[in-house]
């Protein structure tokens, strides 16, 4: 209750709120990021409940340091990093279709550039592959004659569990743990034929996204491919000004001016609108340096 509101006011509001805000007053923000990793691991609390808390704890973070708070939400595999898990994701029957699209689209503009996707491309970075199942359904299925597969990921369960599993199987794949904020100190010195970058940016502001977009691109040699989340109505690269989605406070970007930005050029992109495929909206950018 706030020092002007009445006890009835107070009363007519919803108690899952009072509660909340209850909690965020008496408890400080590093106790409450203690206790929603806690939650996370309570078995016998239903998952979607558990999702809710460990975000409703911290929210105020979002407030603070929007950045901060999607870090430690994937860094701790918590609220909607908890469905990635191995056995929901290898294998090409789990590669979702969105996923499919984007790698179909990506050899579409390789061949289009005179490239065979499947005998002159070497090495691929994956910055954000979570368990590195898509470098893994890339290396099997579109870039046979690659030699270096590496991604990195700011989830360490993910990395943990994917990097063990992509062992198992004996693939090339190699992915470990890192956080895009220092991306040029794990490229330093590195360049790779393809760079991929999907549902990642929006977990960034728009100066950091940008600042992603520019070292991903220095570090590029063919071609930077990257999915962000579609704008509804308005096509992205009209957009002035990166929007936060309300559901989730993930950033809709205009990456295409987010390219020319950093001095690249946009050579194909796609973007559907409202159109949703398996729950994802369809925004692609392909990029090359200019
Ligand atoms: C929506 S998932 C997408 C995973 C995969 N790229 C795909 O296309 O299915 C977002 C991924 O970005 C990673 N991520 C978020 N913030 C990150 C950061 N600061 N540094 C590195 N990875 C990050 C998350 O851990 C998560 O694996």
């Known amino acids: 209750m706030s020092m002007t509101e009445r006890p009835q006011e107070a009363l007519s509001r919803d108690p899952r709120k009072i509660v909340k805000d209850l909690i965020r007053r008496l408890i400080s923000l590093e106790t409450r990021k203690k206790l929603a990793i806690r939650v996370n ?32 939400l994937w860094l701790h595999h918590l609220a909607y990093a908890a469905p990635y898990e191995v056995a929901t994701r290898f294998g090409d029957e789990n590669i979702e279709k969105s996923r499919k699209m984007f790698s179909q689209d990506l050899v579409k503009h390789l061949v289009s550039m005179k490239i065979d996707p499947g005998t002159e491309i070497r090495s691929i970075f994956e910055v954000g592959c979570s368990l590195g199942y898509q470098l893994r359904f890339l290396e099997k299925n579109v870039f046979l004659s690659a030699r270096t597969i590496v991604g990195i990921d700011i989830d360490r369960y993910a990395v ?6 992509l062992r198992e199987i004996g693939s090339k794949v190699s992915v470990r743990y890192a956080d895009m904020l220092d991306l040029q100190k794990e490229l330093a010195g590195k360049d790779f034929d393809i760079v991929l970058c999907s549902g990642v940016l929006m977990y960034l502001d728009e100066v950091h996204a940008s ?19 579609a704008h509804p109505h308005v096509d992205n690269s009209g ?40 729950g994802h909206s369809i925004y692609f950018v392909f990029a090359t340096k200019d």
């Open 41 to 72: 691991g309570l078995e016998w609390v239903a998952k979607d409940r558990r999702s809710w808390w460990s975000r409703e704890l911290i929210r105020d973070l979002a407030g603070e340091n929007i950045n901060e708070y999607h870090r430690f």
């Open 160 to 165: 943990m569990t994917g990097a063990e599993y």
């Open 211 to 229: 600042e992603v977009v520019r070292v991903m691109l220095r570090h590029t040699g063919i071609m930077l491919a990257i999915t962000g989340l």
């Open 239 to 278: 957009l002035l000004q990166s929007i936060p989605r309300e559901r989730d406070l993930a950033f809709i970007h205009n990456i295409d001016s987010m390219v020319r930005r950093a001095g690249g050029k946009v050579i194909a992109r796609r973007w559907d609108g409202a159109n949703l495929v398996d």
